[in-house]
């Protein structure tokens, strides 16, 4: 099974940096992809960013291209969420995600195809 554990969050003003980290503990060679996303009060599961574990591919939501990055260190299992240029709409709970399964395809920002989410991290952005 596999754990994750989010890390990093907290309160900056507009136009602040934060750096997300997603510490993945467990069985970890069977998963295709490591998600982030984000839900704020009364607004769905959105997809943020996620990256393919084999070979590093990444993809980004609209809404955060040019201003995130997400990166990983397979020697650490960890995977990192790099928030730049922050906005109040960047204010949500964070979680980080895995997809399990080894496959041929795009990875996906659709949180139900994700199997295996840790507990969340708050960013608020506010002045």
């Known amino acids: 099974q596999l754990q994750l554990v989010e890390s990093g969050g907290g309160l900056v003003q507009p136009g602040g940096s934060l750096r997300l980290s997603c510490a993945a503990s467990g069985f970890t060679l069977d998963y295709y992809a490591i998600g982030w996303f984000r839900q704020a009060p009364g607004k769905e599961r959105e997809g943020v960013s996620c990256i393919r574990i084999s070979d590093g591919r990444i993809y980004y939501a609209d809404s955060v291209k040019g201003r995130f990055t997400i990166s990983r260190d397979n020697a650490k299992n960890t995977v990192y969420l790099q928030m730049n240029s922050l906005k109040p709409e960047d204010t949500a709970v964070y979680y980080c995600?895995?997809?399990?399964?080894?496959?041929?395809?795009?990875?996906?920002?659709?949180?139900?195809?994700?199997?295996?989410w840790g507990q969340g991290t708050q960013v608020t952005v506010s002045s």
């Open positions: 995600a895995a997809e399990r399964g080894l496959r041929i395809g795009i990875p996906t920002l659709r949180h139900e195809a994700y199997d295996d």
